[in-house]
């Protein structure tokens, strides 16, 4: 396992994400290697060479120790905690996709190297069962009364709401959730301790206390900048199992979001506004082009996001499996029923369950109740096992 320094001193060196450090790493340099070739000026490193001409005599130690005094952590690609199933198949697709266009940047497409967090660190169990909710800045009482009901609802199917920390839409969606008691992630344009908008700094806490989190991959105290908001973006997108727009105007930043889904194949989705109401134009659009699911009841999120998650019977038929209840259980579902003993094994808590299928137990005791509905699963006291 790479230690810590090595993956710290590759996130002093280079900011943000970087193609030229993941094609090394996916030619099977490992960390290490790339670290002795940056600090020795090999040639061999390519591109990366320059990328980090101003930045290879950083201090790795100097950059824990800040994130550290904001209370961040490094999360490295070889951590348990880190979203692994998310990121793979959000970036494979998107490697793909042969319709991404000149104007998308490599940044809004790379794989992260790291990322900073503070809060609840164990980003894939957050991110296992989660949407975005994004929109509009300015966002008018219609989005939201739209972004209250959809964060309402799939806060009681217990999904993490994940979004940017802005004004409007972002804040809305936030707010819902700690109202409702579910884990929210905001996922940061700025670096560890750089608070953006400063308007949100008293909600940014209420969510880590409430066992949500704040992430990053810039780093410690550097600002927002423009191109940060949109490699921020694919973040949001990557995260989630979808993303819904619930109100966003003709050149809303939350329309780059919606695309970074498209591309890595989550379900897309828009809340259709008034005509004659500029703040809805985008996602108008964006319905009226095909390019997404559009929303009619607040309740079809989450519908559209489990219709996903369900085993494709077609394909059950294919390597002649018998069509079973288990085959038709959505990947979180199969995640609590393996973390059982076989029939007659021993009985586990809900706790224990949680831990072994890295959910959060909420979830868990959600999904186990949905599993005893259909007669997979008993409970005797407050123990579990499969039937």
């Given at each position: 396992?790479?230690?810590?320094?090595?993956?710290?001193?590759?996130?002093?060196?280079?900011?943000?994400?970087s193609q030229n450090l993941q094609s090394l790493l996916r030619a099977q340099r490992s960390p290490e290697e790339i670290v002795a070739g940056i600090k020795n000026r090999e040639s061999w490193i390519g591109p990366l060479y320059d990328e980090t001409a101003t930045r290879y005599?950083?201090?790795?130690?100097q950059m824990l120790e800040e994130a550290d005094r904001e209370g961040f952590e490094l999360l490295t690609p070889d951590d348990n905690r880190w979203p692994r199933a998310e990121f793979t198949t959000a970036f494979q697709a998107a490697a793909q996709d042969a319709t991404i266009n000149q104007k998308t940047s490599v940044g809004e497409l790379t794989?992260?190297?790291?990322?900073?967090?503070?809060?609840?660190?164990?980003?894939?169990?957050?991110?296992?069962?989660?949407?975005a909710i994004v929109g509009t800045r300015t966002i008018t009482d219609y989005g939201k009364a739209v972004t209250r009901g959809i964060a309402e609802d799939v806060a009681a199917h217990q999904y993490t709401i994940i979004s940017g920390g802005a004004l409007g839409v972002d804040t809305q969606a936030h707010t819902v959730a700690l109202e409702r008691g579910?884990?929210?992630?905001?996922?940061?344009?700025?670096?560890?301790?750089y608070v953006y908008p400063r308007h949100n700094t008293d909600l940014f806490e209420r969510i880590v206390e409430a066992g949500g989190a704040l992430l990053t991959e810039y780093y410690p105290r550097s600002s927002v900048q423009r191109y940060r908001f949109l490699e921020r973006n694919r973040l949001v997108a990557a995260l989630s199992q979808g993303t819904v727009v619930t109100q966003a105007g003709y050149r809303s930043g939350a329309l780059n979001t919606l695309t970074r889904a498209q591309q890595f194949a989550r379900v897309a989705m828009a809340v259709p506004g008034p005509i004659t109401d500029i703040s809805?134009?985008?996602?108008?659009?964006?319905?009226?082009n095909h390019q997404v699911i559009p929303i009619a009841d607040v309740r079809e999120v989450h519908a559209n996001i489990?219709?996903?998650?369900?085993?494709d019977m077609d394909e059950q038929l294919e390597l002649e499996f018998e069509a079973t209840p288990v085959q038709q259980l959505s990947r979180n579902e199969l995640r609590v029923y393996d973390a059982m003993p076989a029939p007659g094994g021993t009985h586990l808590t809900a706790e224990e369950i949680a831990a072994k299928s890295n959910l959060p137990v909420a979830l868990t005791v959600h999904l186990l109740v949905d599993l005893a509905k259909r007669g997979l699963v008993i409970r005797e006291g407050s123990l579990w096992q499969r039937v």
């Open positions: 396992m790479t230690s810590l320094l090595t993956w710290a001193y590759l996130k002093s060196v280079v900011d943000g994400p005599r950083a201090s790795p130690h794989l992260p190297h790291g990322l900073w967090v503070r809060g609840n660190t164990n980003l894939g169990q957050l991110a296992a069962r989660s949407v579910t884990p929210t992630v905001v996922v940061m344009a700025g670096g560890p301790g809805s134009a985008g996602c108008n659009v964006r319905i009226r489990a219709a996903v998650g369900t085993v």
